[in-house]
């Protein structure tokens, strides 16, 4: 789906910097300081600061029971925070109702009045606020074209697929032109095919609109492609927000390393680090592990080495420079998933490592298979070493 043309009343003022996260001269559209949310005793909510700002689409994502529905509905008005404060374009929204804040949300379950045709359900805000009919009218119109929904007005939602309901409860959510969407979990009832074409179609709207999407999801590759930037959160703390690029090639913890993608983990000591690499000699893995980007270490200092599998070579020969970041170990296992291969190669030390090689090839005959001895190695650049 191509983002459609925008219509001169759903415009946006201006587009912002790409990046205004880095701009210190940027106002964040939502501030959230040292909040903290408790239930009976349980903090769901654990001293949270966040700065989101205007046309980002933000993901909050984490496992069940982290904290990210709970932030969502205190955003939306829903809950009220325990302590902290949360500002929305420079409005402390301690005291405003859900119904008076500049913020929708729209459901995972779509909540669609099955009596109701399409346009009716679209318009059902305007029509509660008294807006004029023709306005009402025009509104919808517009707003049906941008989810291409145009020919399917006088449909009721038992006549619609899924996608078509999501693009239905997304036009009702964004009719009254909110700053602010919310986005529970919104496309888990779809199939994965389906799921992954409305992404796209998700960020399209919103790069058109230029409105700000704050989305809850514990799907990781959902998180990684729509959004700007993404708060990774654990026990109801954010541990670590970034660019979906920065959080995949630099976590933080070894918790975010494993919970975004594969990755094999080595443990170690340090032996050497300096402002531009880090050394760790590992047992597990049998090799000592280099990386061309610092840390904050010293010698003798517990070490993990993560390293994404597809950024290890697999072959029956060893690299011409075998002194760091090589191992061998034979192939005890083979997924072949159609665009790539998953090897699972037990080391001599009996660690595991997964390692993903693209098919270029149509495998009439494998290059490598089972119970072959090979050799693993990466660049320095592949790996990040943590603390913790």
Request: glycine share 8%; proline share 7%; with cysteine.
């Amino acid at each position: 789906m191509t983002a459609p043309d925008l219509p001169a009343a759903l415009a946006p003022d201006a587009r912002l910097p790409a990046e205004p996260w880095n701009d210190p001269k940027a106002t964040p559209l939502i501030k959230i300081r040292n909040v903290i949310k408790r239930f009976d005793g349980f903090v769901a909510v654990d001293d949270v600061w966040l700065d989101i700002y205007k046309g980002e689409f933000f993901s909050l994502l984490g496992p069940s029971g982290c904290g990210k529905t709970t932030l969502l509905r205190l955003l939306a008005g829903f809950e009220q925070p325990t302590s902290g404060t949360i500002e929305i374009d420079g409005v402390d929204m301690a005291d405003v109702p859900p119904h008076r804040r500049p913020v929708n949300m729209m459901f995972q379950s779509y909540a669609l009045f099955p009596h109701m045709t399409v346009e009716q359900n679209v318009g059902f805000g305007l029509k509660q606020e008294h807006v004029p009919r023709r306005e009402i009218s025009r509104r919808v119109g517009e707003m049906l074209e941008l989810v291409q929904l145009a020919d399917l007005g006088r449909r009721r939602p038992h006549q619609l697929s899924g996608g078509q309901k999501q693009r239905v409860a997304l036009a009702r959510a964004l009719i009254k032109r909110p700053k602010l969407l919310l986005l529970d979990e919104p496309l888990g009832a779809l199939d994965r095919r389906l799921r992954e074409q409305t992404q796209f179609e998700l960020v399209n709207i919103q790069e058109t609109l230029g409105l700000t999407f704050i989305i809850v999801t514990h799907d990781q590759d959902e998180a990684m492609t729509v959004s700007t930037r993404i708060a990774i959160m654990d026990r109801g703390r954010t541990v670590q927000v970034g660019t979906p690029g920065e959080i995949y090639e630099y976590p933080n913890s070894l918790y975010v390393a494993g919970f975004v993608g594969d990755v094999n983990v080595f443990e170690g000591r340090v032996v050497e680090a300096g402002k531009d690499h880090v050394t760790v000699r590992s047992p597990e893995s049998g090799c000592d592990i280099y990386t061309d980007r610092g840390i904050d270490a010293v010698p003798g200092q517990e070490a993990y080495a993560a390293i994404r599998p597809e950024k290890i070579e697999i072959g029956k020969a060893p690299p011409a420079d075998a002194r760091f970041n090589c191992v061998t170990g034979r192939v005890f296992d083979i997924a072949y998933l159609g665009s790539l291969s998953t090897y699972h190669v037990r080391l001599a030390t009996g660690e595991v490592v997964k390692v993903s090689a693209a098919n270029r090839s149509r495998l009439v005959e494998r290059p490598i298979t089972w119970e072959d001895q090979v050799w693993l190695w990466w660049p320095p650049s592949a790996s990040v070493v943590l603390l913790s």
